[in-house]
C-alpha cells in the first residue's frame, strides 16, 4: 500500500457525516480560490488518511450555483489527496433505476451556465497556462472498479455505470427538459457533478461519484413529481447505507496495495493538458 494515499470524501445530500471517522479533528483553511464549503475533517478509516468536505456547506447552506467548487477541490489537494470519493442525490431518468438505487457514474452531459468550470482561468492567484483536459474518460475508472465492489459486498441494488446530467439548479426540470435528457439516454439528472468532475481532473487527482437516485424527477406519469420533501424521505432511509459503502470502498482502497502507478497516470494527464 502506497504510504501517501489519502482519501478525499465530498458528502453530498444526506451523506455527509464525520463520525465515520476515527481521530478527528477539524481544519480552517483557504485557498487562492476561497474557502471551500466547510471545514476539512480530518481522520481516518481502515488505517487511511481521509478528509471530509460537506459539498453544500453546514445544514446544506449553500446552493448548487454558489458552491466553490474550486476552493473544495483546491483544498482537498493541497490537503494532499489522491482519491476522491463523491456522492450525489439524483433524479432517475430510467424506469429500471428506481428510487433507493446506487449509481455509479462514468460519464456525463453538462448543462451548468454559471460556474467556474475550470482552475486555468487568467485571473489573478489562479493556475498559470490553459489546460485542455481530455473529458473521454471523465471519471476513473480505478474508483469505479472499487466502488462496484463496495456496492457488491454491501448487497445493495447498483448500477456499474451511468450518464448524469447536471443542470444549473437550484430548481428541479421542467416535464419538458426531463423528457429531452431521457431522450438522450442519460440515466440521472442532478446538479454537482460538473464542474466538481472536471475541477479533480485539473487537479490530477482520481475521482469517482457514488450516485443516490431519490426520485423519477418528473417524466413518469402516475409518480409524484420530484420535491425537497420526496428528496429528503429516499435520503434518510439510505443515508446509512450510502455511509457504509464509503467505508468499504476506503478499505478496499488500503487493500489494493500499491497506487503508485495510478497516481502518477492521473497526474501526467492532468500535467500533459496544460499550455504555457
Known amino acids: 500500500m502506497s504510504s501517501d494515499i489519502k482519501v478525499g470524501i465530498i458528502g453530498g445530500t444526506g451523506l455527509n457525516n464525520p463520525d465515520i471517522l476515527e481521530n478527528r479533528i477539524e481544519k480552517e483553511v483557504n485557498t487562492s480560490y476561497g474557502k471551500p464549503s466547510d471545514t476539512l475533517v480530518c481522520g481516518t478509516i481502515s488505517g487511511i488518511k481521509c478528509v471530509i468536505l460537506s459539498r453544500h456547506g453546514h445544514g446544506h447552506s449553500i446552493s448548487p450555483t454558489l458552491i466553490n467548487f474550486r476552493a473544495n477541490i483546491c483544498a482537498l489537494k493541497e490537503e494532499g489527496c489522491t482519491h476522491i470519493l463523491a456522492t450525489s442525490a439524483c433524479g432517475s431518468l430510467k424506469e429500471e433505476i428506481a428510487p ?25 492567484g489562479s493556475w498559470k497556462g490553459v489546460s485542455h483536459i481530455p473529458m473521454g474518460e471523465p471519471f476513473s475508472p480505478y474508483i469505479g472498479k ?131
Open 100 to 124: 433507493g438505487h446506487f449509481v455509479i457514474m462514468d460519464q456525463f452531459i453538462d448543462r451548468t451556465f454559471k460556474r467556474h468550470v475550470t482552475f486555468y482561468d487568467q485571473q489573478p
Open 146 to 276: 472499487i466502488l462496484t465492489k463496495a456496492c457488491k459486498e454491501n448487497g445493495v441494488i447498483f448500477h456499474p455505470n451511468g450518464t448524469t446530467v447536471t443542470i444549473e439548479g437550484p430548481r428541479f426540470s421542467t416535464v419538458a427538459e426531463s423528457s429531452i435528457f431521457r431522450s438522450w439516454n442519460a440515466d440521472l439528472v442532478n446538479m454537482t457533478t460538473v464542474p466538481e468532475v472536471t475541477l479533480a481532473k485539473e487537479a490530477g487527482i482520481m475521482y469517482g461519484v457514488l450516485g443516490m437516485a431519490t426520485d423519477y424527477d418528473c417524466w413518469k406519469k402516475h409518480e409524484e413529481a420530484v420535491s425537497v420533501e420526496s428528496v429528503m424521505a429516499v435520503m434518510k432511509k439510505n443515508s446509512e447505507m450510502g455511509t457504509k459503502i464509503l467505508k468499504t470502498a476506503v478499505r478496499l482502497i488500503a487493500e489494493y496495495g500499491d497506487w503508485t502507478k495510478e497516481i502518477k497516470e492521473a497526474q501526467d494527464v492532468a500535467t500533459k493538458s496544460i499550455m504555457l
